[in-house]
């Protein structure tokens, strides 16, 4: 098609996946061949990954945001956004993505107490991986024959690695005493249980491995091998069942080793090292029950690591705890990845909000290019061409976008969205009413423009195809979907049943300004992420690394981030009841506060106590900061609940907040950005068919760049780094 | 819309799904049939070679980790009587468990590994040894491996033990060379030796080093 003009790509929303399309399909190579325009509701860009800024420039996010060592996607991105902004932030302060996040190695799971008294905590400490995640490609990484040997590895990482902290552990275990008899036999049975543990575990790694190898070209036939395999993880499972019942750290070992176990015999008996399908040939199957098929016990299935993968991805169907739906597939895929590819650290932690270090760097590497941002702008309805205008093969496409203009910016200037805090551009907690037209009424109103209930608008804008688009990327979230392409959902059974087949879950979460540190507060190891705690809020970051990027006078000594799925009805609300996302603030709210009173003590054991509870005096006001006093206010009374008003909590119960989750069963009906159904239209975002399909920052941005394949062949697919995968 | 008929259009992609199968690998360009086969091998053998020295060591381990607590609970003057119930089943789960998964993961690693090493036309190199059993009333079933790979070591075989210290070790065993260049394992059980699992390493002679390991069940004659 000969083309003298730029080909005009409607970008709507602004998350992960849109940016990243946005970001391949303006690369200088491109020579302009594209023009983009971003359509945004409110006044921020980042989708899920929005952050604002509060009082004391407090970070405010969406929830709690860690990036994963394999997220080779996303760190390729972000990287090459920091080469590009060079030095040209905001302020003239030059930052290396390495500035922007550091390595994080520590993860820790919670488990109940046998007494019932309490909860341990394990933590593991994962070893530095060669490289940098985002940097070229190292050979054959994502290989199930590579992930089955290097299982043995990570048994043997996990068996010395995993440590836990019970208190009364760490009292009853000392320097080895053998002044009597009874210590005596007691560390010779410790000894030899552990050694018939290891000498178990080293059999099995060794028969897995020997597995993996045969299945590479053994003429012998697979059932002998499946047999052999079997018979010794009965054999095994059969004389240690009943004895790790009596040893918590024993048991925890095997815990993992019975998972591996099961994950092992899984792959040999479903034939997926051969199978065209990969480890979607299990996605209809649920992850426990897909273990327990293949042997794995009860007591692993409801282990600690087990319900720390399930927290981790929030699969709880309607953020019911007693629903757990994970696609054993899925699960997997991302399980290897997780720990078997990743560079440089395990875990990626941010030192500011999300919006600041991904987002911002983006939004101003994309205006660099001559992309053009369009804020307040609601996409209400995606609108398909007549059928009629389908006849002789012809394709259907997008006839025209409707928008909801949801503030009109002063003049018909583009709007600024960012701030400076300590020098560096950040996304505020809410818009600049001085840049919109009625921006005094607009801000007495306190208008939400971020609820998908808030409807007042101030007019509303129509693009047509060719006159002011040619392609779209559909980059809004899975939630919108119902509500915003109602006539494909009409017309295209695909669409249909993925509306009906792909979930999303609504999320909870609150932060903590602290003034004690982990230490004070009763926490004795290192800062981590922890999770399989206590529901709804089974997930807790440490994130005192922020402090510094905030603006406190007083910085409190630690940030305390929390989160988990948000249990709601079935049925989502429909627009007019407004009182749906009140409600479901106030209900995270009653929640937080029973949390702290109730079950924050079983982390931070000098934070609160069974009898009189939470301390609320820890919470740091950041109205306090705001006065010239360099004291704290003193109060008519002791601090009590109230004072949590002075924190931060969200209910993301919006529709585009929600996290898409991998229900067994969905993955088929999801649809690919590559499909050309509607040969103007491509999808963005992790609720897309993107290869990885999880609820993640590296599914979204995989799912951005083959958005920007399919609309220009670029990137190359075998260049979007773990998208052939098994 | 006269502008619609002619909106513009995409290219339909090359494919529209990632490729799952088992060895794709992600990034980068599949490599040549020709070079996959011999690659394949290399890394089988490799893989097993670990494997089964992983096997062998923690084997070796868990043999020397009993016997220093052996040897604790005798300097102690401990007798099996005075074990409680746990510590005794322990023992002897973890011998018999030893033999059982280290004889057979390790039978199945050694087979596996000439299956591969003969596929790909190198020689294995596991020495054989025949079997020599002498009871008068007494069955043995006995296993013993020696580690792929060592050659012109001299073996010798030290007492072997079983869990229950008040069994005495079965002390004969040892290898000889028949019509001047066959090994064979020469087994001697004294008539009234206690039936049971008995437990051992096989040593070369000159560096102490375990080079393999042997396990011999004792029955009775009269049992089936």
């Known amino acids: 098609m000969g083309r003298s003009r730029p080909i005009k790509v409607a970008v709507i929303g602004g998350g992960c996946a849109a940016m990243a399309a946005a970001f391949e399909l303006t690369r200088p190579e491109h020579k302009g ?66 500035d922007a996040f550091f390595p994080d190695p520590h993860i820790a799971i919670s488990e109940p107490q046998r007494s019932g008294a309490g909860w341990a905590h394990l933590t593991a400490h994962f070893p530095p991986a060669d490289g940098l995640p985002g940097d070229p490609p190292a050979g054959d990484l994502f290989s199930l024959r590579t992930y089955v040997i290097r299982s043995a590895i990570l048994l043997r990482t996990l068996l010395v690695g995993v440590e836990t902290i019970n208190p009364s552990d760490r009292k009853e275990r000392g320097v080895d ?18 050694g018939f543990l290891a000498t178990a575990a080293a059999a099995v790694e060794a028969l897995a491995v020997v597995e993996a190898g045969l299945k590479m070209g053994s003429n012998l036939p697979a059932g002998v091998i499946l047999r052999l395999v079997e018979a010794v993880a009965a054999n095994v499972r059969a004389r240690i069942e009943n004895w790790v019942a009596t040893d918590d750290d024993v048991r925890r070992r095997w815990e993992i080793v019975d998972l591996v176990l099961a994950v092992l015999v899984g792959v040999v008996r479903f034939g997926l090292l051969a199978d065209p399908r990969g480890l979607d040939a299990i996605n209809h199957f649920d992850c ?13 299935l409801n282990s600690a690591f087990l319900r720390g993968l399930y927290d981790l991805v929030f699969a709880y169907e ?62 209400e309805n995606v609108r398909l061409s007549d059928p009629g205008a389908e006849e002789g093969g012809k394709r259907a496409y997008v006839q025209a976008l409707e928008f909801s ?48 209930w808030e409807r007042t608008n101030a007019g509303a804008r129509t693009l047509r195809v060719t006159r002011d688009f040619d392609f779209i990327v559909l980059g809004v979230g899975l939630g919108a979907i119902p509500h915003v392409c109602k006539e494909f959902i009409a017309r295209d059974t695909r669409w249909r049943k993925m509306a009906n087949s792909v979930k999303t879950v609504a999320t909870q979460a609150f932060q903590l300004w602290l003034s004690e540190d982990l230490q004070q507060l009763g926490w004795e190891p290192p800062p981590v992420t922890l999770s399989a705690f206590v529901k709804p809020f089974d997930t807790w970051s440490d994130m005192g690394q922020v402090v510094p990027a905030e603006d406190w006078r007083r910085p409190p000594q630690t940030i305390a981030y929390f989160c988990g799925a948000l249990h709601e009805p079935d049925e989502v609300q429909t627009v007019g009841e407004d009182e749906y996302h009140a409600a479901s603030r106030e209900k995270v709210r009653a929640n937080a506060l ?31 900061q705001q006065s010239r006093r360099t004291t704290p206010r003193r109060r008519s009374r002791a601090p009590d609940q109230s004072r949590f008003d002075s924190q931060f909590w969200v209910a993301n119960v919006n529709p585009t907040d929600r996290y898409t989750q991998s229900i067994p069963g969905s993955a088929e009906h999801r649809i690919s950005p590559l499909d050309n159904t509607y040969d103007n239209l491509t999808v963005a975002g992790d609720w897309t068919s993107c290869g990885l399909n999880l609820g993640c ?27 052939d995968h098994p | 819309m006269a502008g619609e008929k002619n909106h513009a259009t995409r290219q339909d ?6 490729k799952r199968t088992a060895s794709q690998a992600g990034g980068g360009s599949p490599t040549s049939a020709g070079a996959e086969p011999a690659r394949r091998a290399a890394n089988h053998r490799e893989v097993i070679d670990q494997a089964v020295k992983l096997a062998y060591g923690v084997v070796d381990d868990h043999i020397a980790q009993g016997r220093r607590a052996a040897e604790r609970l005798r300097q102690g003057s401990y007798s099996s009587a005075d074990f409680d119930d746990d510590l005794r089943q322990c023992l002897d789960r973890a011998l018999r468990l030893s033999k059982d998964l280290g004889v057979v993961g390790v039978d199945f690693l050694d087979v596996m590994r000439r299956r591969a090493a003969s596929r790909s036309g190198t020689d294995p190199s596991t020495p054989e040894a025949a079997l020599e059993v002498n009871s008068k009333r007494r069955r043995a079933e006995v296993k013993f491996h020696i580690r792929p790979g060592v050659r012109g070591f001299n073996p010798t075989v030290p007492p072997i033990h079983s869990a229950d210290q008040n069994k005495a070790p079965l002390s004969d065993v040892h290898f000889e060379l028949r019509d001047g260049s066959r090994p064979v394992l020469v087994v001697n059980i004294p008539e009234d030796h206690p039936p049971g699992v008995y437990h051992g390493a096989i040593v070369d002679s000159k560096t102490h080093e375990p080079q393999g390991f042997i396990s011999v069940r004792v029955i009775k004659e009269d049992n089936p």
């Open chain 1, 318 to 379: 309607g953020g019911d705890p007693s629903r757990p739906r994970l696609a054993a597939g899925d699960a997997l895929r991302g399980g290897f990845r997780m720990f078997y590819t990743y560079r440089g650290a395990f875990f990626w932690k941010m030192r500011r909000g999300m919006g600041d270090v991904v987002f911002a760097p983006l939004y101003e590497v994309l205006r660099r290019r001559g992309v053009r941002f369009k804020f307040f702008h609601r996409l």
């Open chain 1, 33 to 98: 061949r594209f023009r983009l325009t971003v359509y945004q509701t409110g006044w921020r860009l980042g989708g899920k990954g929005a952050s604002g800024r509060g009082p004391a420039g407090r970070i405010e996010e969406h929830g709690l945001h860690i990036w994963l060592g394999y997220y080779e996607n996303a760190f390729k991105l972000l990287r090459e956004c920091y080469n590009e902004l060079g030095g040209g932030a905001r302020g003239g302060r030059r930052e290396d993505w390495r």
């Open chain 1, 594 to 624: 029973a949390f702290l009173d109730r079950e924050v003590r079983h982390l931070w054991p000098k934070a609160a106590d069974a009898e009189s509870g939470f301390r609320w005096e820890l919470l740091v006001d950041a109205t306090d």
């Open chain 1, 177 to 194: 005493e053998l002044a009597s008899p009874g210590a005596i036999v007691e560390k010779a049975a410790f000894l030899l249980r552990y």
């Open chain 1, 697 to 723: 920052v590296e599914a979204a941005v995989m799912s951005g760049r083959l958005a920007a394949h399919a609309l220009s062949g670029s990137p190359a697919l075998e260049d979007i780094v773990g998208y």
């Open chain 2, 13 to 18: 992609p090359e494919r529209t799904g990632p």
């Open chain 1, 288 to 300: 426990r029950e897909w273990l327990r098929l293949n042997g794995a016990s009860e007591r692993a």
């Open chain 1, 405 to 452: 203009v949801q503030a009109k910016v002063r003049e018909g200037r583009d709007y600024r969205p960012l701030i400076a805090v300590r020098g560096r551009p950040c996304w505020p907690s809410g818009p600049d009413y001085a840049q919109l037209e009625n921006g005094a009424a607009l801000e007495a109103e306190a208008r939400d423009f971020e609820s998908h």
